[in-house]
């Protein structure tokens, strides 16, 4: 009897043993496969406009104070007060200058880092909700191969802290259910999402507690549950005490109304959109959208479960306010892709473990080899396009394989298609990183490094530079260290004839149009179609 007890003992330590190697190979690798994907090739291409570019300039001039400054918590944008978003991503950009200085990787290297630590953050949220690792997994790597978060995730921006730190929240929501310790951990994610993004934490928040409302009401009537988020809230609380103190009414107009509460009911900025708007963005979470929306289909019909409750409250309230605000800007979307993950790593899993018994829906298949040939009509298009590159013709075609082959797995019930569309939208979105090609939105406009290192080179210190551009572009100013203000034609042409000390950094129609060569003392050529130009008595 105690042999076989022992045995018995020994056997269920093995197993745990095994089982304890087994999370931190995957944890590890999850790891290991974000830090690769989300920090490869990240300075070979400029900043961007609006975002890249303003957090940058914004993030130096806090690097650059003098010491004994208090400009980390009062951060300035061309030394006037920056009131935009709370200052905590910036100032991990200049801390990072410090270590490697003002360029392009430093400035973009905090948020993929987080974006990279989110990945197994997001496996151990899985499992938490889930009790098992294989609808965990499965949604770990839709998480990874989404295409939106990897390219944002990738920027000098704030929304890969936010994904990461909501990613924190609902986990910590979910440990303090059985542990309220945990409720500290909820305020302190709070408290990080509102030093990131101000009011979006009320959101995220909210979401939050109705999930809790919902699932387990008793922690409502908890001190402890309470306490702990108050206690983790101190921070925010804190940082906007002292920016009431500092900037008073102008903090409340221009930070809490005017940059953020107002986006609810007016598109600031003309950044607007019809209701449907974030549908049309959905197409870029292709192919995982065609498992999720059949996830939360599972979900809803499942839904006594915690993982079914979360996953609703999650998408649900989140996809309903982003669409009701007036203002809509693609990277709104982003947190409310990790629900979509937890609904299509459920199904997987539902697919992956009963393939006989879950009948497979032939429209799955039909989709994905429909995404195939559009693929392979696009590597073509690239292939015989000479502006096109050579690398985005590949990349497409990985795409189409990689589609085509899963979608052809599918029609044969074959649950080896989801190996295969992992692995293939990993090796895609890779292919894509290493190219120059997966910040598109530089070709909006023409290329700012070479127009700013003009400026550099030309303009006097304190001199103010105009431009015909129909826009203000944040990235020229970041090279340029200097605003270059856009004015109207009219306004050009006015600075022009009461402005002698200016300079005018103007596209060659506007410089025809207005005969600026006439009278024009230095005229410098900036690619691919500027000129630098100041009037004849300019001193």
Known sequence: MDRQTFTGDGSTNRIRNHNAWT?????????????????INLGDLPLRDWDEGTVAQVAREIFQAPENTDRWLFPTLW??????????????????????????????????????????LFYALGKEV????????????????????????????????????????????????????????????????????GMMALLLGGIAFGFLAWDTPRLYRS???????????????????????????????????SQSLSRVWQAVDDNGGPPWYYFQRLLHFLPWLIFSAWGLHLAWHDRIWSWSKLVLVWSGVYFLVISAMSTKLPWYILPLYPALALAGGRMLAEIFRYPREKSYSRYWGGLLLFL????????????????????????????????????????????????ILTWGMYVSLVLLVLSPHWLWELNEAYPVKPVAMLIRDQVPPDVPIYTSFAYE???????????????????????????????????????????????????????????????????
């Open 23 to 39: 999370e931190r190979l995957i944890i590890i690798a999850l790891l290991m496969a974000g830090l690769f994907l989300f920090t």
């Open 79 to 120: 030394d006037k007060p920056y009131l935009n978003k709370p200052p905590l991503v910036h100032n991990l950009i200049a801390t990072f200058y410090r270590l490697g200085g003002v360029n392009e990787t430093m400035a973009r290297l905090p948020s993929a880092l987080l974006m990279a630590v989110s990945v197994p």
């Open 130 to 197: 889930f009790l098992s690792r294989q609808p965990a997994l499965f949604s770990a790597l839709i998480y990874l191969t989404t295409l939106p978060l990897v390219r944002h995730g990738r920027l000098a921006m704030l929304e890969g802290a936010v994904v990461c730190f909501s990613i924190l929240l609902m986990w910590s929501v979910l440990r303090s259910r059985r542990d309220l310790r945990w409720c500290f951990g909820i305020g302190i994610s709070l408290s990080l999402i509102g030093l990131t993004k």
């Open 223 to 257: 001190f402890y549950f309470w306490g702990g988020i108050l206690l983790g809230c101190l921070p925010v609380g804190a940082w906007y005490g002292f920016q009431w103190l500092h900037y008073q009414e102008a903090f409340i107009e221009t930070a809490v109304f």
């Open 372 to 419: 195939a040939v559009v693929g392979l009509g696009a590597s073509v298009y690239s292939g015989l396009e000479e502006a096109m590159s050579q690398k985005l013709a590949v990349i497409f075609l990985a795409v189409a394989l990689t589609t085509g082959i899963s979608g052809g797995l599918i029609l044969r019930r074959n649950p080896q298609f989801i190996n």
């Open 473 to 539: 572009r944040p990235s020229l100013n970041f090279y340029a260290q200097r605003r270059v203000i856009a004015v109207t034609n009219e306004e050009l042409k006015m600075y022009w004839e009461k402005t002698p000390q200016a300079y005018f950094l103007v596209d060659q129609k506007t410089f025809q149009q207005l005969s600026l060569a006439e009278n024009s003392e230095q005229n410098y050529q900036a690619p691919p179609n500027w000129n630098l130009v100041t009037p004849e008595n300019n001193n």
